[in-house]
Nanobody, 127 residues
Framework: QVQLVESGGGLVQAGGSLRLSCAASGLTFGDYTMGWFRQTAEKEREFVAAISWSGGTTYYADSVKGRFTISRDNAKNTVYLQMNSLKAEDTAVYYC????????????????????WGQGTQVTVSS
């Protein structure tokens, strides 16, 4: 079965950096657009970033643009989220997701474009 397993979360001070990883198995990784979302107890799950199957196209939420970078390694079936200049408001559980390719990258802001989800990894930014 399909599994997406996130790692790399933790506690970091404001201004610091973290790199999240998401290892995929049970699917043809190169057939999927990959996304990162985040959720807190107070807010619904929100889009963070997406990357096309080839890695050639990326898309970011305005709140993270210029601070976060999404990338992928298709040989390793892994997608990454490099998070720099972290702020307290970035504190959340971060989820990766896989959606079938074929849509405009901006469509992947919607949760419904994804078929598979990981279990999440906690990121806590202390101010």
């Amino acid at each position: 079965q399909v599994q997406l397993v996130e790692s790399g979360g933790g506690l970091v001070q404001a201004g610091g950096s973290l790199r999240l990883s998401c290892a995929a198995s049970g699917l043809t990784f190169g057939d999927y657009t990959m996304g990162w979302f985040r959720q807190t107890a107070e807010k619904e799950r929100e889009f963070v970033a997406a990357i096309s199957w080839s890695g050639g196209t990326t898309y970011y939420a305005d709140s993270v643009k210029g601070r976060f970078t999404i990338s992928r390694d298709n040989a390793k079936n892994t997608v990454y989220l490099q998070m720099n200049s972290l702020k307290a408001e970035d504190t959340a559980v971060y989820y990766c997701a896989a959606g079938p390719s074929g849509f405009s990258i901006s469509d992947y802001v919607r949760l419904g474009k994804y078929d598979y989800w990981g279990q999440g990894t906690q990121v806590t930014v202390s101010s």
